[in-house]
């Protein structure tokens, strides 16, 4: 009772945020020197296409009725037409989602795949060899730029040695799956060095607890006391810190988008700012912002299972 | 054959490969030919079209009543065989081929012709009308298309030869469904078929920004070498790729066939890769940057630059051939003529235009009476690392004349509107013609009623009425003198920094035969051939 209460909680909680994200997109967009108009009618166009051009956009009505319009349209589920794309936002980001989605996705579990057991194996042999060997290439990993690390990739595993296509998405799963492993694994790079820091010290924490200490004194198998007692307590942090890093992973989309020539709302993202493309930039970051709430309440809901007590506060 | 293929080098390599393909004994025909872009298409409409990624597909999709050659540059003939001019200017009158079809087949008739020509100079739709706004009138009578003008206007053939005149389909793009001419246009791409086409090939698919498809054209009308239909390639397949690196490891992973847009810094390596032709296309394009000429600043403040001896003193300055080395690592020349490209018609030889000379700078600067340690801002592309190898080599150029440079960076959006605003002393721009003729690139940066002389706010009375002369002048020898006397006035008054032109560079595997960049940057596929 307790969890549908909280649940709920949460999830209206999310009105105001909602709101807020769009009064703020919304005035920053604007905020942004260049104009639509001259983006959509190209430097050669003459003063009065582009006076025709604002006047057809609406964007000399005051800033307080295309505030009103756009929370309206949205709420009906309008999000506006893409200038760039001579075609409706909701269209644009619905064909383009689902790639993004699924190499954040493919990050986050090839992530967890990576920082898990690398965790495990070094908070296990604290100061000793295969720890400060895992910490130094993690270390490496954290210091360089996502699009460098996608370079390399491509020109080592794609281009010399032929074992990876360079670009393209796939048709099917499984071709998707080979497709995007390279920037799954240039996007989950990053992550997992944060995510395998992180879990190494709450694992080296929760082994030093004094729970874990009675547990082996009371003899139970080592298998039990890592599994039940070490790592659900030790994932709680980093549960949270998982979250939060996924709004970081969909932001690292919109370089590794680019060098992988994935078409996903990243790659979008980038050439509707470039393109001064006012809906198309709205409805991305409205899309952004739901994605991460919802991950954030997954964490939160996640988190409130592997620790009751937050559902008391 | 290896070559870095420069303006002869070219037309050479045209003549072997025709060579070839007589000699050989069955011109292989099929395959599918892999080109990575580095920007996408967004509606590739004859009338829509306004970015050159757009532009420069239409002609494989639609084909002009008339087109350029790409040898000698000259009109020729495409839909129509052949045209004449009345002896006042004011009718052209143009015959189409037998036989003419779309690429479903149906019959291709006057009727496209007037319904095209009409939609491409209605003012509501498209960008482009106001290339065409001396036609008052097109009719036709079976294969006899006559238009008639308000006035002669010297640039219509070549008009006739752009894009945005293609035919398209009357009766498909009726049939389409939607409302408006914009809904018609996105519906029939959307769909992706054979229909509305008179091009080489038609859009057999098209993902927004990451993919499209051609076929080939079975009822296209130009022949190939062998004999049959153009083109001889089943179809062309685009993927686009914006970086530069990933472009190139596609073309060197095998995975395509041609990468445009190669960084010249990689150019020297493509070349000397022997499955690779790396060509150095002839462009149109030239690299330019704007003075601001007005005598005040935005702010109010006295602008150095409104004296033409401080941008004289500026051009000579500019050691243009370091820049070349610096930004292009050789793969380029400095601007000859002051408004347009040496591959543009009626373009006059000037060089060297503004070569280094320092010591005449420094006089110009002292004439002038500038102040030690005056600042000017460059405004640059944030990101451009062209634009930042520019700044610093400027920065160290014009440091002799005690000025002082600062850099602005901002993004492409920004610029345009600083540039419509007048809010910078220099700016870094650059131009492709889109238009076979020089009357467009001269009047966007000339002629001060189209665009304030390209953002400079320079306004010139003699350039102006010569400008508007030139442009219902029938007499080629008077057109060009016009043209001549406009880029001796414009190189003197330097209302630009003159830099540079630069080429295409295309990267193009071993097995591929015939592509061709033209100097307007369309990409011409029709006559590729694929070694299998």
């Known amino acids: ?313 | 054959m290896k070559a870095a293929a420069l303006a002869v080098g070219l037309a050479m390599s045209t003549a072997l490969t025709a060579f070839t393909y007589q000699t050989a004994d069955a011109l292989e025909r099929g395959g599918t030919l892999n080109f990575a872009r580095y920007d996408g298409s967004k509606l590739v409409d004859p009338i829509y079209a306004d970015r050159n990624p757009d532009i420069w597909m239409v002609g494989s999709l639609f084909s002009t009543l008339l087109e350029t050659d790409p040898d000698s540059g000259e009109l020729v003939g495409s839909l129509a065989e052949r045209y004449e001019v009345a002896a006042d200017g004011k009718t052209i009158t143009l015959t189409l081929r037998d036989g003419l079809k779309f690429s479903d087949g149906s019959a291709l008739t006057g009727e496209d012709v007037i319904f095209s020509l009409d939609r491409a100079r209605n003012p509501d739709l498209g960008p482009w009308s106001g290339l065409l706004s001396a036609i008052s009138n097109v009719s036709a009578d079976g294969n006899t298309v006559t238009i008639t003008l308000e006035n002669p206007d010297p640039a219509l053939l070549s008009m006739l030869a752009t894009f945005n005149t293609a035919i398209v389909s009357k009766k498909a793009f009726e049939a389409a469904p939607g409302e408006t001419d914009q809904d018609k246009s996105a519906a029939i791409f959307a769909a992706g078929g054979p229909g509305v086409g008179s091009g080489p090939f038609f859009l057999s698919g098209f993902e927004q920004g990451a993919s499209m498809s051609f076929s080939a054209n079975p009822h296209y009308w130009k022949l190939g070498e062998d004999g049959k239909p153009l083109p001889y390639v089943d179809g062309v397949e685009f993927q686009v790729i914006p970086d530069d690196a990933t472009r190139v490891l596609k073309l060197t992973a095998g995975e395509v066939d041609i990468a445009e847009f190669i960084p010249f810094s990689r150019v020297s390596e493509l070349d000397a890769d022997p499955a690779i032709n790396m060509y150095l296309f002839p462009s149109t394009r030239i690299i330019y940057s704007p003075i601001n000429t007005r005598e005040t600043r935005a702010d109010g403040s006295p602008n150095p630059l409104a004296d033409k001896r401080v941008r004289q003193a500026l051009n000579y300055a500019t050691h243009k051939d370091a820049l070349i080395q610096l930004i292009l690592q050789g793969a380029g020349k400095p601007m000859s003529s002051p408004v347009m490209s040496s591959a543009t018609r009626l373009a006059v030889d000037m060089s060297p235009l503004y070569g280094f000379d320092l010591e005449k700078a420094k006089a110009l600067i002292e004439e002038a009476g500038l102040e030690p340690g005056t600042e000017i801002t460059l405004t640059t592309l944030a990101g451009s690392a062209d634009d930042a190898t520019i700044f610093a080599a400027l920065q160290q150029m014009w440091q002799p004349l005690g000025i002082t440079l600062v850099a602005e960076q901002v993004d492409g959006a920004t610029r345009g509107a600083k540039n419509r605003s007048g809010e910078f002393d220099i700016h870094t721009y650059g131009w492709v013609d889109d238009v076979n003729d020089p009357s467009q690139v001269t009047g966007w940066l000339g002629y001060y009623p189209t665009r304030k002389a390209v953002g400079t706010g320079w306004n010139n009375a003699e350039f102006n009425g010569l400008y508007e002369a030139s442009s219902t002048e029938m007499d080629p020898e008077k057109r060009a003198d016009q043209y001549r006397q406009m880029q001796e006035i414009y190189a003197e008054a330097a209302p630009l920094l003159f830099m540079y032109e630069t080429p295409f560079a295309v990267a193009v595997s071993g097995k591929v035969d015939g592509y061709i960049q033209t100097p307007l940057g369309n990409n011409i596929f029709e006559n590729v051939s694929l070694e299998r």
Not at chain 1, 167 to 175: I, Q
Not at chain 1, 291 to 311: G, H, K, N
């Open chain 1, 1 to 313: 009772m307790a969890g549908v209460q909280y649940t709920l909680n949460r999830l209206v909680l999310m009105i105001p945020t909602f709101f807020l994200v769009m009064i703020i997109i919304f005035l920053l967009v604007r905020l942004l020197p260049g104009d639509p108009a001259i983006a959509i009618a190209g430097d050669k166009a003459s003063d009065a296409d582009i006076a025709a051009i604002r006047d057809k956009l609406g964007l000399n009505a005051p800033l307080w009725t295309q505030f009103w319009l756009f929370v309206t349209n949205t709420l009906q589920g309008d999000l506006g037409r893409s200038i760039l794309m001579r075609a409706p936002v909701l269209d644009v980001v619905l064909a383009r989602l689902p790639t993004t989605l699924f190499l954040t996705i493919y990050a986050v579990t090839l992530s967890m795949l990576i920082a898990g057991p690398l965790a495990f194996l070094a908070a296990v042999n604290r100061g000793k060899w295969q720890d400060n060997l895992i910490r130094a290439v993690f270390q490496v990993g954290l210091s360089m730029p996502v699009f460098y690390i996608g370079l390399l990739l491509l020109t080592f595993l794609a281009a010399h040695l032929g074992l990876f296509p360079v670009g393209g998405y796939g048709d099917t799963f499984l071709d998707r799956m080979y497709h995007l492993f390279l920037p799954a694994v240039t996007v989950a790079l990053y992550t997992s060095a944060i995510l395998m820091r992180n879990l190494r010290s709450a694992i080296i924490e929760v082994l030093d607890a004094e729970y874990v200490q009675f547990a082996r004194a009371k003899g139970l198998p080592n298998r039990l006391i890592l599994g039940r007692h070490v790592l659900k307590n030790a994932l709680i942090s980093t549960v949270t810190l998982l979250g939060l890093s996924i709004g970081q992973l969909m932001s690292g989309t919109l370089v590794t988008e680019t060098v992988f020539a994935v078409p996903g709302v990243g790659r979008s993202m980038l050439e509707a700012i470039f393109a001064r493309d006012y809906p198309l930039i709205q409805g991305l970051t409205l899309t952004f912002a739901v994605l991460v709430s919802a991950v954030f309440l997954m964490t939160d809901l996640f988190q409130s299972w592997l620790d009751p007590r937050m559902r008391l506060k």
